[in-house]
């Protein structure tokens, strides 16, 4: 794959739509126990990657560049995702609805980081 701008959301958000459409996603075991512990489907996952909203970019993450990436699923519900965005697959790192005090909304930090 080309090299990404790393402030380029919009390539970054159709990167991650066609990987999602592709089925070239993995999911750590961090994310899985996020997944049963929120009760956050696949299928939520994959609404959000295919509406991919980049709320924050992370390109110098250990696991290689990452991004935030957010949407309401299907259940109507926002999700947070972040996934890697460099690699063939996107690997899913973690998963969880953004709550307060952690976040104002579902596109605002709150004061705790």
């Known amino acids: 794959m080309s090299e990404l701008n790393e402030h380029d959301f919009e390539k970054i958000a159709v990167r991650l739509k066609r990987q999602a459409l592709e089925d070239a996603i993995r999911i750590t075991a961090h994310a899985h126990q ?3 512990e929120e009760d956050i489907s696949l299928e939520e996952i994959l609404d959000v990657l295919l509406s991919a909203r980049i709320v924050e970019n992370y390109p110098q993450h250990r696991r290689g560049a990452c991004a935030l990436v957010c949407q309401r ?27 307060p005090p952690k976040w104002v ?7 705790v980081r």
């Open 73 to 99: 699923t299907h259940r109507g519900r926002w999700v947070h995702v972040v996934c890697t965005t460099s690699l063939e697959v996107a690997v899913v790192i973690t998963v969880y609805e953004p709550r």
């Open 34 to 36: 996020e997944m049963a």
């Open 105 to 111: 909304t579902p596109l605002e930090r709150g004061a």
